[in-house]
């Protein structure tokens, strides 16, 4: 039950840092993508879980979290975000993201793959 609380958790921080992106978009005039990303796939991959395992699943959700990850440093190198957005990925996303697979390792550690 501990490893869904801990899912839930990490899947609620990324829907919050998605708004706020989304948000961002928006409000420059910009048309936010409907792609579901990593968390959107993972509510199809818990549905087959049993048929990959969970370990499959956490690993898979790890991935996504690395490459939200690298694509945050890299928008970090680019001059054309804005003071704020730069501020919200450095302090708020990025940190998140780090977090988010460091509580994906401890999770696959205590599994027996």
């Known amino acids: 039950a501990f490893v869904i609380a801990d899912l ?3 899947r609620d921080e990324h829907s919050k840092a998605v708004r706020e992106l989304r948000d ?24 087959a879980a049993k048929a990959v395992g969970p370990a499959a699943v956490l690993a898979s959700l790890r991935h996504g979290e690395e490459d939200s990850a ?20 450095s302090v708020d996303l990025l ?10 390792d ?7 793959h």
């Open 70 to 89: 690298s694509e945050y440093a890299a928008a970090l190198e680019n001059d054309d975000i804005a003071p704020e957005r730069h501020r919200t990925i």
């Open 24 to 47: 961002h978009v928006i409000q420059f005039g910009g048309q936010p993508s409907e792609k579901g990303g990593e968390w959107g796939a993972a509510t199809s991959a818990a549905m």
């Open 106 to 112: 401890r999770l696959l550690g205590g599994m027996d």
């Open 95 to 104: 940190p998140a993201c780090r977090r988010h697979v460091e509580e994906l």
């Open 8 to 10: 839930q958790k990490i």
